[in-house]
């Protein structure tokens, strides 16, 4: 019987031993190199008029042009499909001049019919970017002046309405026709097929596992990185823990890399082979104070609170990988001042706000809400219990599912006191931001502070509607140092973008207005020597 | 017999009922605003207002338990908010993966638990009876996660020996969908090279999701075995001078199985349940992931139609394993 056993556990060991296989290089296949990019987001609905975030706007940068692109750090807007353009005076009427040799997938022409139809589509589906040009632009409003040119006749001034066009993309008005179903605009079909004329087209499409991007040819604008290094096509790759993507990595089963947790970026910094892409990004971190209810609807309060943080601990966390807020702007939106005064720890300060409020000794709970599982925002919430405490008030940390921390700042009598919140401007317009802190706000996650301030509602509404920059600039600065003033939150700090690379990787391109985890796909490479 | 069997199948149905009612109720009471949050967070009210008259939240939870319902009996599980395709083809979407990794987790338990359990109680409290036990309890009590991540840094990262996550090489293509399962597909086909792949794949997974089934097998095999070992029977077949080997695998293992069958079949409506993890770690295409990522959206459709998938198996497991009761034990069956 022993020698039964043995025999048994011999055999076991061998067929584990037999099965086990090297990783094969993948990144060569006989039409040439294809790029992998491993990250943890899926992209469960392709359409550009119905969904977008970071992975989903990556595949649609890549599948879809649209009149203007983000381009370059700081970023400038760099025009695409739109050759040239013409605005009016007070910024109502704008005219687009398209390129004529710009041309679908499937070859028919990029003209304004197909942009007409594009913006109306994107109007009436009601989703995705529709919040951007909504209050602005009525369908009527699009006119196709001859097949080239298209003239946006908006219902109100708007000077920021290009800001807004790099995410608007064109789709091929016939290949959505052909798939309507019910006048659904095409939507079903368009979630996992695409009619666009990007750099690349559509390859394997395994929901959840990878989605394969194909590289056009005859794209009509060319390779940056020349034709001889053009990858064959780029693979996103679904990998959900950050462990398992540091491990494929260093494995070199992935070429790049978002998503890495801050320890991670530390230890492999110094690999050989890898490269970190560390970059100021326009993500900012704030502590947002519910301003109408409870202790933090007193000001000195806040004030109390925002003197209180140790702000130097903020960039602690993030390893130093983060800069401070200097102004509710992040520095790359246009018209970004340094506000003076803007709070840093003082404790002497802070017990004199704290004097000037309710709570003159404090003997308050506050509760700080963060999303479940975010790390960093834990420990930003250690940070200020210790801070607070010194002015004897006690902070219950709450993690919350997202969705559930959505659905609590919906109003102010669910918000909770004190939330931390992570927003990313979609555009380098100063609008993007200031709106945040306007009455028509209250109810996105980024307004739960549901600050009041009729002159301050009022700048905004006039600095979003003049269309010369010299005006609207100082209006800017002022709305910038009223919300410091109001202190609707803790102007914490905007954390680097970091992707972690094989340095065989070229052509990588950071731009701060891309979402949190999204590279520009389009000019990347790989240099075999 | 065929009374018991009817009764069984027609308490199946009224408990997945039960089981959609429950689902349904938990996942619409909890907080969150799914409409809210697939509009964007930038999306204005009507916007918002878009994404709930689509989706039918709009209206009052009572009607949309009665549609949901409704499609249910029709084999109908509504569509999910966040891809706004069909649940059901989701499910079978994912499922086959799902499936092949428990069939393979469930065979390696199987094999090694029953297999340990009889080398166990044959040299009992020997030092491989002692090695096999405390790794039993190791079994048990390593969180799947955290054991995952350990076996990708060992066999994937400082050995390279295994791949450190998914299904099959990225280049290669899958095999043409047969019974949707990638090993036996490939074979099927011939394609020996995507065979070995898919396996060497799907191994460390298995083993994780394995596991704790392994070691509970293992532990009430090798009890039952040192049980069987110890009875009349056996010393009567010793004294007739059977092998070692007959009296083993023939007399004490058949008395030993009863528990086992059992035990086997509780685990592998457990597995179903527990693939959650092992999916995440491994970036394994299935229900389990599905699921969490449609809770994290708070989708609920897709979570309830996961929950009774899952659930349904359970219970059609549970029944098989009933009727195998009746078939080990002859007792039972002249019972009724």
Not at chain 1, 414 to 420: E, K, R, V, Y
Not at chain 2, 315 to 331: E, G, K, Q, S
Request: proline content about 6%; aromatic content about 12%.
């Amino acid at each position: 019987m022993r020698k039964l056993i043995l025999g048994a556990v011999a055999a076991a060991a061998l067929s584990a031993t037999a099965l086990t296989d090297t990783a094969q290089a993948f990144e060569r296949t006989d039409d040439g190199i294809v790029i992998v990019f491993g990250g943890r987001q899926q992209v469960p609905v392709l359409d550009p008029h119905v969904r977008y975030d970071w992975s989903t706007r990556m595949m649609q940068q890549s599948i879809y042009d649209a009149l203007f692109k983000y381009v370059g750090d700081p970023p400038e807007i760099e025009p695409w499909l739109a050759e040239s353009w013409d605005v009016n005076e007070d910024a109502s009427v704008w005219t687009f001049n398209l390129v004529e040799d710009a041309t679908f997938h499937n070859g028919d022409p990029v003209d304004a019919e197909a942009v007409r139809y594009s913006f109306v589509r994107g109007l009436e589906l009601n989703q995705g970017v529709a919040w951007m040009l909504a209050d602005f632009l009525e369908p009527d409003g699009i006119e196709v002046v001859d097949d080239y040119t298209i003239r946006f006749n908006l219902s109100r001034p708007y000077a920021p309405f290009l800001s807004f066009l790099p995410w608007w993309y064109i789709v091929n008005p016939a290949e959505v026709m052909e798939n309507e179903v019910d006048g659904d605009y095409g939507t079903e079909w368009m979630t996992e097929n695409a009619a666009g004329s990007g750099p690349f087209t559509m390859g394997r499409w395994q929901q959840n596992v990878l989605y394969e991007l194909v590289a056009n040819e005859d794209y009509w604008r060319g390779w940056p990185q020349g034709e001889e290094n053009r990858p064959a096509g780029i693979i996103y790759r679904i990998i959900r823990e950050p462990a398992a993507q540091r491990a494929a990595l260093q494995r070199g089963e992935i070429d790049i890399a978002e998503g890495l947790s801050s320890d991670d970026y530390g230890q492999i910094e110094d690999e050989p082979g890898i490269v970190i892409q560390n970059h100021a990004g326009m993500t900012t971190f704030g502590i947002k104070f519910n301003t109408q209810q409870g202790p933090t609807a007193d000001i000195n309060l806040r004030k109390a609170i925002a003197h209180a943080m140790d702000y130097d601990a903020l960039i602690d966390i993030y390893n130093g990988d983060a800069v401070l807020q200097t102004s509710p702007f992040p520095q790359a939106i246009q018209g970004h001042i340094d506000v003076e005064g803007i709070p840093r720890q003082d404790m002497d300060l802070a017990r004199e706000y704290l004097a000037q409020s309710e709570y003159p000794d404090g003997g308050i709970e506050l509760d700080y809400y963060h999303v479940a599982g975010l790390e960093e925002a834990r420990r930003i919430g250690l940070v200020l219990l210790s801070n607070l405490a010194e002015l004897n008030i006690d902070v219950n940390i709450v993690p919350e599912q997202w969705p559930n921390m959505v659905a609590a700042g919906s109003s102010p009598e669910s918000a909770p006191d004190m939330t931390s919140v992570f927003v990313t401007p979609v555009s380098t317009d100063p609008d993007a931001v200031a709106y945040q802190y306007h009455q028509n706000s209250w109810g996105q996650y980024f307004a739960m502070h549901f600050y009041e301030n009729q002159e301050l509602w009022d700048t905004i509404s006039e600095a979003r509607s003049l269309s010369d920059w010299d005006e609207r600039e100082p209006l800017y600065a002022e709305i910038q140092e009223m919300i410091v003033e109001g202190t609707p939150e803790i102007f914490g700090m905007l954390q680097n973008r970091r992707w972690a690379h094989r340095d065989w990787l070229e052509g990588f391109q950071f731009s701060p207005v891309r979402f949190t985890g999204e590279v520009d796909l389009y000019p990347l490479w790989v240099d075999v020597e | 017999m065929l009374i018991y069997v009817a009764r069984r199948l027609l308490l199946l149905v009224i408990m997945l009922l039960g089981l959609a009612t429950i689902t349904f109720a938990i996942t619409n009471i909890a907080p969150g605003d799914p409409a809210r949050l697939i509009a964007g967070p930038n999306a204005t009210e009507s916007m918002v207002e878009t994404v709930r008259q689509q989706n039918g939240l709009d209206r009052p939870l009572i009607e949309q338990y009665v549609v949901y319902m409704t499609g249910l009996v029709q084999g109908d599980l509504g569509r999910s908010i966040v891809s706004t395709r069909p649940v059901v083809d989701e499910l079978l979407r994912y499922f086959p993966a799902t499936l092949e990794l428990v069939v393979v987790a469930m065979g390696l338990g199987i094999l090694f638990g029953v297999g340990f359990g009889i080398m166990s109680a044959v040299v009992r409290d020997s030092w491989f009876d002692h090695v096999v036990r405390i790794g039993s309890i190791s079994g048990v009590a390593l969180p799947a996660f955290w054991f995952g991540i350990l076996l990708q840094l060992l066999f994937a990262v400082q050995m390279g020996w295994l791949p450190i996550s998914g299904r099959l090489n990225l280049v290669t293509l899958p095999p043409d969908p047969i019974t949707h399962f990638l090993l036996i597909d490939s074979l099927l086909q011939g394609r020996f090279d995507v065979f070995t792949q898919a396996l060497s794949y799907i191994i460390m997974p298995a083993v994780v999701l394995s596991f704790p089934c392994l070691a509970s097998i293992l532990r009430v095999n090798r009890a039952e075995m040192i049980e069987a070992l110890q009875s009349d029977f056996v010393l009567a077949a010793k004294a007739n001078g059977l092998s070692a080997w007959r009296i083993v695998t023939v007399y004490a293992l058949k008395n030993a199985m009863l528990p086992t069958v059992s035990i086997v079949g509780l685990r592998f409506g457990w597995m179903l349940g527990s693939t959650i993890l092992v999916e995440t770690v491994f970036d394994w295409p299935g229900i389990g992931l599905y699921a969490v990522e449609s809770a994290l959206y708070s989708d609920f459709k897709p979570v309830i139609g996961a929950t009774l998938l899952i659930g349904f198996i359970f219970m059609i497991i549970n029944f098989m394993v009933d009727l195998a009761y009746i078939w080990l034990d002859p007792r039972l069956r002249e019972s009724g």
